[in-house]
């Protein structure tokens, strides 16, 4: 099965907290994500436009996501960032009914490692991926850039993180 892998924003365009940087955090988990995807059979594509800021890399990752009408799910890889450095967990976004059962599917994997928000999962409408993209798809955030644990989590075991949204899609690929 066909699976994307989209880096969330561009490169230096995203989040920065505890000295790193958003897509960059998101690069490395993406990498493990595809690995993990290969090794079990799956085709991964992972998408990424880091030369085209943010606005460019939506619109280019939306239409490259669409060209590949077979794929069964696309995941976009985000870190939160908030203002309060104690804000931390991790969520995942959705918009459309299979989408919730994927966002749910993986949060109960991210979010056992990256607890901390009340709400796992959340409808997110006005997302520009979510609604311009045709395979089911979600966001996860990955934890907070802002939170030295989270940060720490993604950056030193970001194969720990690939793996628990590897769980969900594959759960979610059950259901199918
Ligand atoms: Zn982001």
């Not at 000295?19 to 079990?40: D, N, P, S």
């Not at 409808?123 to 990955?142: A, D, F, M, N, Q």
Request: glycine share 12%.
């Amino acid at each position: 099965m066909k699976i994307l892998i989209d880096i969330g924003h561009a490169e230096g365009s995203g989040a920065r907290g505890n000295g790193c940087e958003e897509h960059e955090l998101c690069t490395v988990i993406g990498r493990e994500l595809k690995a993990i995807f290969e090794a079990r059979g799956d085709e991964a594509v992972v998408i990424d436009f880091p030369d085209r800021g943010n606005a460019g890399d939506l619109a280019a990752t939306a239409q490259e996501a669409n060209r590949h009408g077979d794929a069964v799910c696309g995941i976009s890889l985000h870190m939160d960032c908030a203002e309060s450095a104690g804000a931390r967990g991790g969520h995942v976004c959705y918009v459309s009914a299979r989408g919730k059962e994927l966002a749910e599917a993986i949060a109960g994997h991210l979010c056992a490692l990256l607890p901390g928000r009340a709400e796992r999962t959340v409808k997110r409408s006005g997302l520009y991926i979510l609604k311009h993209t045709r395979p089911v798809w979600v966001l996860c955030e990955c934890g907070f850039i802002s939170n030295v644990g989270d940060c720490a989590l993604a950056k030193g075991r970001p194969r720990e993180v690939a793996l628990a949204i590897a769980r969900g899609v594959q759960e979610f690929l059950r259901t199918e």
